[in-house]
């Protein structure tokens, strides 16, 4: 499936995490023409993306992050000139909004369960909310992987 054009819209924030760009999404996780070419549902599962994530931070920034201006603002590692932070803020996003793509696409324009299954072992949607929930993880400096112990 050749890869969708990236359309230049920007999806505003709230301005302490950075606004985003669909292209961006649309470049850096390969989103194909089925999903991409309609503009205004990726401008809306990117919309829906941000709040999640947004609501997911929202104790976490309370509580560590309040007196800083944006989220680039924030002391951090720096990886080539970009803050850590806002890297795995857009990979939370970006990948939250690609498993949104994922699971509206195909019930909508895969019928024969064959085409799913084929679709589905190339790109699945739990794998990108995976990815998603790690980077909130590493933002917050929690572990990815919990355990319980009994007393």
Do not use: C
Request: hydrophobic content about 40%; glycine content about 4%.
């Amino acid at each position: 499936m050749p890869p969708a054009q990236a359309p230049e819209q920007i999806v505003r924030n709230n301005g302490f995490y950075p606004d985003l760009n669909v292209a961006e999404l649309v470049e850096n996780y390969a989103v194909p023409a089925q999903y991409g070419n309609n503009n205004g549902m990726m401008a809306q599962k990117l919309r829906l993306a941000i709040i999640s994530v947004n609501k997911d931070l929202s104790l976490y920034w309370a509580e560590n992050w309040p007196g800083d201006g944006t989220l680039a603002e924030v002391p951090s590692d720096d990886f080539e000139g970009q803050s850590l932070l806002v890297i795995l803020y857009k990979h939370a996003v970006f990948s939250l909004a690609k498993s949104f793509l994922l699971t509206s696409s195909l019930g909508e324009t895969h019928r024969d369960k064959a085409a799913v299954k084929a679709q589905e072992s190339i790109d699945n949607e739990q794998h990108w909310l995976k990815q998603s929930n790690d980077a909130i993880s590493q933002m917050m400096n929690t572990s990815k992987n919990l355990s319980v112990a009994l007393i």
